[in-house]
């Protein structure tokens, strides 16, 4: 497999049209959502049509792109229609700082064009999100490459949740890592966790990788710790929705136990995240919200309940794995080992600033 045979696409602009691979039908279906701006936009995020922070991040900038495009016409009320549109997609998922740190670099294109007519302030937005679109599968590609150096010649890796090209705009996160280790002709294998309640390492990782032809086993998450204790995991890689500027690491539900059960066994936690994911505003772990979904989405999944009518149920959709279980951060400039807050205060292109 090469750099360039990434066989998974998650989304893709056709006109004046951002088409979003359906990931709630997979791996059953491969279905397309057609977003036209904002208000479906932010819906494709919080129905999780579309997930994984970059690709969230990439959606949202095309999303005000589209929306200034529809809104051009329109001058009396460009503004403050562009203005809702920024709000209505603010609100559509809370703890991925991908999405934010898009609609922020959004906002500063829309204030550079000054007093220019919409429809030039619409073309600049869009050139915009297609520069956000091109600079995040580049930098999962640049980490990729730093992150298979990581991995010996038939190591055998645990995943949590996904963060393949399915989170992304392309070639991966977690699962770039991957990617580049086996185009530079190592021979990796993946234990994928199925991820629960939302299954997106059954449903997303496998296929994925099935796609590709990289050997992948699927576990159910109580599985990792029996398998570490047989010495049947050599590394663990999983990817992040936000990073504290003291590098505590907010990623999918279940991925603190991993890391701790690594921890204990001595394998190492690897966290792929682009620059863009770390939030140089937010102190440490404790401060990021953490979405609280639907109880539904426990109970049950696709229909199917199998849980008791009116029990209750929680789903926290993230936790938090503390700096100091983590043993390197990779990212598209470097690997950053035992992260902390003066290690990640001296990388460049602060997603705050």
């Not at 549109?85 to 740190?101: D, K």
């Not at 399915?166 to 990617?179: F, I, K, P, S, Y």
């Amino acid at each position: 497999m090469t750099e360039a045979a990434t066989a998974v696409e998650t989304l893709r602009l056709a006109g004046d049209t951002l088409e979003l691979l359906d990931q709630r039908r997979l791996p059953l279906a491969v279905e397309w959502v057609r977003c036209n701006g904002a208000a479906d936009s932010a819906e494709a995020i919080r129905a999780m049509v579309v997930r994984g922070a970059p690709a969230i991040g990439v959606t949202a900038a095309y999303g005000i792109a589209l929306e200034a495009q529809r809104l051009a016409a329109s001058a009396e009320e460009f503004g403050s229609r562009l203005e809702a549109a920024f709000a209505v997609l603010a609100a559509s998922r809370p703890t991925a700082v991908n999405l934010f740190w898009a609609l922020d670099r959004m906002r500063r294109v829309w204030n550079e064009t000054g007093a220019a007519a919409p429809a030039a302030v619409a073309e600049r937005l869009l050139a915009a999100a297609k520069a956000v679109h091109a600079e995040d599968v580049a930098a999962n590609r640049a980490l990729g490459e730093h992150g298979a150096a990581l991995l010996p010649d038939g190591a055998r890796v645990l995943t949590h949740c996904n963060a393949g090209a399915l989170a992304t705009a392309g070639h991966g996160t977690a699962l770039g890592v991957v990617r580049s280790a086996v185009a530079a002709g190592k021979r990796i294998s993946v234990i994928a966790g199925e991820t629960r309640p939302f299954l997106q390492g059954a449903r997303l990782t496998a296929w994925e990788l099935q796609a590709e032809g990289i050997p992948v086993t699927l576990i159910t998450d109580s599985m990792s710790g029996h398998l570490m204790a047989r010495g049947e995991i050599d590394a663990v890689i999983v990817g992040a929705d936000r990073v504290a500027a003291n590098g505590d690491v907010a990623n999918k539900i279940g991925t603190y136990m991993v890391a701790v059960l690594a921890r204990n066994h001595g394998i190492p936690f690897y966290v792929a995240c682009p620059l863009a994911t770390i939030d140089h505003a937010v102190a440490e772990g404790s401060a990021i919200p953490i979405e609280e979904r639907a109880p539904e989405e426990v109970t049950g999944f696709g229909g199917t309940q199998w849980a008791p009518a009116g029990v209750a149920a929680r789903h926290p959709a993230f936790d938090i794995t503390p700096a100091a279980l983590v043993t390197a951060l990779v990212t598209e400039v470097g690997v950053v080992t035992h992260p902390d807050a003066r290690k990640l205060s001296a990388l460049p292109g602060k997603a705050s600033s």
